[in-house]
């Protein structure tokens, strides 16, 4: 397990998009700011645009739908009694998460041979592949000594100049003596040393919102990486929390002069791999569509004034 010292948070690194915005999702009642919102917006403003203010649709991927089901069966798991949370008890949890998730034609689509002739992906593997992933979250905690206080919680705060964070913690632990613990479950492996400030960022938001919130500085911030089974934990200090806060409020009001201008740029890296847009993206010789000025405004953002910042 790794522990961390304090240290700044970059505005200008570089965040690896960690999934689109769900169509689907009922939007919040006027713009908010999330951890992967801003880390879009870090990454690609153009990309940020297409996610939260177009709301284009994203493919699903089988990596991102195993974390969801993997996250469905440890959220599941802390509703057995105490003595209950076992290997085994996890594991029959998979089907039951994986059963409601594939309701959805997305998800069993990608089960079927592509058009390009590749085969379809094995189905009974790739829940093995959980089933692993899920096996590896007991060699990191011991879920029957855990008592959460919540599970996938939403979290938010309006910041004195009408800033609202918004985000879903994994699990929150309440220690007797009101010690905050935030635990966040990765599907992937722990990063290296130079990516952990971004895996960290996500935190830092988390425990930002219930500073803000509660008056606590959480006393720890635990990733769990299933891929590896290894964890990073770090513990912030009030003065971070201040500093991380005008960073989201020196994104936040790069993303207002953004959307006053209609001008989100593209910003072309290696995880322009990863992204579904490039057809849209002039970067590789796409045009955007006009700016869905009417849709914004009715999202709340035409209300919100330009935040001028030294
Ligand atoms: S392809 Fe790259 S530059 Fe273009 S929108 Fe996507 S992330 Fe941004």
Same mark, same amino acid.
Request: proline content about 10%; some cysteine.
């Given at each position: 397990?790794?522990?961390?010292?304090?240290?700044?948070?970059?505005?200008?690194?570089?965040?690896?998009?960690?999934?689109?915005?769900?169509?689907?999702?009922?939007?919040?009642?006027?713009?908010?700011?999330?951890?992967?919102?801003?880390?879009?917006?870090?990454?690609?403003?153009?990309?940020?645009?297409?996610?939260?203010?177009?709301?284009?649709?994203?493919?699903?991927?089988?990596?991102?739908?195993?974390?969801?089901?993997?996250?469905?069966?440890?959220?599941?798991?802390?509703?057995?009694?105490?003595?209950?949370?076992?290997?085994?008890?996890?594991?029959?949890?998979?089907?039951?998460?994986?059963?409601?998730?594939?309701?959805?034609?997305?998800?069993?689509?990608?089960?079927?041979?592509?058009?390009?002739?590749?085969?379809?992906?094995?189905?009974?593997?790739?829940?093995?592949?959980?089933?692993?992933?899920?096996?590896?979250?007991?060699?990191?905690?011991?879920?029957?000594?855990?008592?959460?206080?919540?599970?996938?919680?939403?979290?938010? #705060?309006?910041?004195?100049?009408? @800033? $609202?964070?918004? /985000?879903?913690? =994994?699990? +929150?632990?309440? &220690?007797?003596?009101?010690?905050?613990?935030?635990?966040?479950?990765?599907?992937?492996?722990?990063?290296?040393?130079?990516?952990?400030?971004?895996?960290?960022?996500?935190?830092?938001?988390?425990?930002?919102?219930?500073?803000?919130?509660?008056?606590? #500085?959480?006393?720890?911030?635990? @990733? $769990?990486?299933? /891929?590896?089974? =290894?964890? +990073?934990?770090? &513990?912030?200090?009030?003065?971070?929390?201040?500093?991380?806060?005008?960073?989201?409020?020196?994104?936040?009001?790069?993303?207002?002069?953004?959307?006053?201008?209609?001008?989100?740029?593209?910003?072309?890296?290696?995880?322009?791999?990863?992204?579904?847009?490039?057809?849209?993206?002039?970067?590789?010789?796409?045009?955007?569509?006009?700016?869905?000025?009417? &849709?914004?405004?009715?999202?709340?953002?035409?209300?919100?004034?330009?935040?001028?910042?030294?």
């Amino acid at each position: 397990m790794t522990a961390l010292h304090p240290d700044p948070v970059s505005p200008t690194s570089l965040e690896v998009p960690e999934g689109p915005a769900d169509p689907s999702a009922p939007a919040p009642r006027r713009p908010s700011l999330s951890p992967s919102r801003a880390a879009d917006f870090k990454t690609c403003p153009l990309l940020y645009r297409f996610r939260t203010i177009d709301r284009l649709p994203e493919r699903k991927s089988l990596a991102a739908v195993r974390g969801t089901l993997v996250h469905t069966v440890l959220e599941k798991l802390y509703d057995l009694p105490a003595g209950e949370r076992t290997p085994d008890a996890a594991r029959e949890l998979l089907a039951p998460a994986w059963e409601e998730l594939s309701a959805d034609p997305a998800v069993t689509e990608l089960f079927q041979a592509a058009e390009t002739g590749e085969p379809a992906p094995s189905l009974d593997q790739w829940l093995v592949s959980a089933g692993k992933l899920v096996d590896a979250y007991f060699s990191l905690e011991d879920p029957t000594r855990i008592q959460p206080e919540g599970r996938e919680q939403l979290v938010e #705060v309006t910041l004195p100049d009408g @800033l $609202l964070l918004r /985000g879903f913690v =994994d699990r +929150l632990d309440v &220690a007797r003596n009101g010690a905050l613990r935030v635990v966040d479950y990765k599907t992937g492996s722990m990063p290296r040393e130079a990516f952990e400030s971004k895996a960290l960022f996500q935190m830092k938001f988390y425990a930002l919102v219930l500073w803000r919130t509660r008056g606590v #500085v959480a006393s720890q911030l635990k @990733l $769990l990486y299933l /891929g590896d089974g =290894d964890a +990073l934990t770090y &513990a912030p200090d009030e003065g971070e929390l201040v500093r991380f806060e005008r960073t989201l409020q020196a994104i936040w009001a790069a993303i207002e002069r953004a959307v006053a201008t209609q001008d989100f740029r593209p910003n072309r890296t290696r995880l322009c791999d990863w992204c579904d847009h490039q057809a849209l993206c002039p970067s590789f010789g796409g045009t955007p569509p006009p700016f869905p000025a009417e &849709a914004a405004a009715a999202a709340g953002w035409a209300t919100l004034p330009i935040v001028e910042r030294d």
